[in-house]
Structure formats: C-alpha cells, structure tokens
T-cell receptor, first 114, second 111 residues
C-alpha cells in the first residue's frame, strides 16, 4: 500500500452536486492536511487536522467542509462549488511536529466543476 | 507568514547537464523540504533539510539556515527529472504547523 491514498483520482461535478474526496494514510501519522493547487498558482493550505483536532483556515469558503473521523482518514465534503474551484486537491500527512517532521502527499484528486 | 522565493521559475536542460535550483526564505525555519511534482501531479519527497547537506543519488541539497537559502543540485539530468520542483518551509499556522510552498521551478529535460 502506498503511504497516502486519495480517492477518487478524478471527479467531474456540477455546481449543484454534493461530493466528497477521501484520503487515507498508512504511515501512522497524527496530522493530516488538505492543499489546493490551481493552475499557475502555488499550493494553498486549506485545512490542518492535528491529533484529530481541526485547525481551521478562515479564508476557505464554507462550501468546502473537512472531516477527520480518526487519525488515518480525512474527507473533504464539497457542495455548491463554483467553476473556479476546479483544481488539484492534495491530501498530506505528517507526524505531529515535535522537532523534525516530514510531509507526505497523496497522488491528488483532480476536480472539475462544470 | 514566511515568504518563499524560488529561482529560476523555468529551466530547460539538455540530458546530461547539471543544474542548481535556489530557494530563499524570509525567516528562520525548523523544517524545509524539497519536492518533485511529476507530470501526473504527485508530489514526491526529495529532501527534508532544515540545515546542512544531503545527497541522494544524482540529487543533493544544501541549506544555509543562517543565510536563509537552500539549493537543490541535479547532476547528469535525465528526461525523467522533468517536472516542477518545490521548496517548502514550516509555518506556524493558527495552532498548528504546515508547510508553506514556493511557486516552484518548472524543469524540462530534453533528449
């Protein structure tokens, strides 16, 4: 098994749909992240969960809703998205920082909003 | 937050050539990583290197923390080295930690 797996790898949805992205890590880490990568833009941090506690980025629109039921799973629930939300959504995990930590990424979920 | 600047933004090399990618950051950091993003979008860890020098095959990296920069060296480049190279540094974010990414260096290695 790869360290961090994301599903689905590709998703096409309409603006009125509700969908979810799933991420699972098999590395024994206790922090998980969602990043967004739009065309021609740097990676943007969306959400961090550390020890299953959410650290919220207030600049993320409410149409994105994260969920972390346990330290191995992370979801991103999507509803009433806009075409400009089309992007590559990357999940990552790490050991909770306490002197040296590395971030490991999944393969990404490429989202297209029509 | 900590600013991360990478240079050059784009680079074209012929197979076999060497190159140096640079990452400047605006404050002291406890974590710095280099990643390679392949054409399918996956980010692959290259180095965790908040200070010092590391080598892994044809790649090596050096971070001079006191001068706030890091360098990634690619020797004898191959077409499979093509992709985008990102430098990322630790940023304390609300009550957690995350990595803040530069804009990347897009590398194309031609046969």
């Amino acid at each position: 098994e790869t360290g961090v797996t994301q599903t689905p790898r590709h998703l096409v949805m309409g603006m009125t749909n509700k969908k979810s992205l799933k991420c699972e890590q098999h590395l024994g880490h206790n922090a998980m992240y969602w990043y967004k990568q739009s065309a021609k833009k740097p990676l943007e941090l969306m959400f961090v969960y550390s020890l299953e506690e959410r650290v919220e980025n207030n600049s993320v629109p409410s149409r994105f809703s994260p969920e972390c039921p346990n330290s191995s799973h992370l979801f991103l629930h999507l509803h009433t998205l806009q075409p400009e939300d089309s992007a590559l959504y990357l999940c990552a995990s790490s050991q909770d920082p306490a002197g040296g930590w590395e971030l490991f990424f999944g393969e990404g979920s490429r989202l297209t909003v029509l | 937050g900590i600013q991360v600047e990478q240079s050059p933004p784009d680079l074209i090399l012929q197979e076999g050539a060497n190159s140096t990618l640079r990452c400047n950051f605006s404050d002291s950091v406890n974590n710095l990583q280099w990643f390679h993003q392949n054409p399918w979008g996956q980010l692959i860890n290259l180095f965790y290197i908040p200070s010092g020098t590391k080598q892994n095959g044809r790649l090596s990296a050096t971070t001079v923390a006191t001068e706030r920069y890091s360098l990634l060296y690619i020797s004898s480049s191959q077409t499979t080295d093509s992709g985008v190279y990102f430098c990322a540094v630790e940023q304390v974010w609300n009550s957690g930690y995350a990595l803040n990414f530069g804009k990347g260096t897009s590398l194309l290695v031609t046969p």
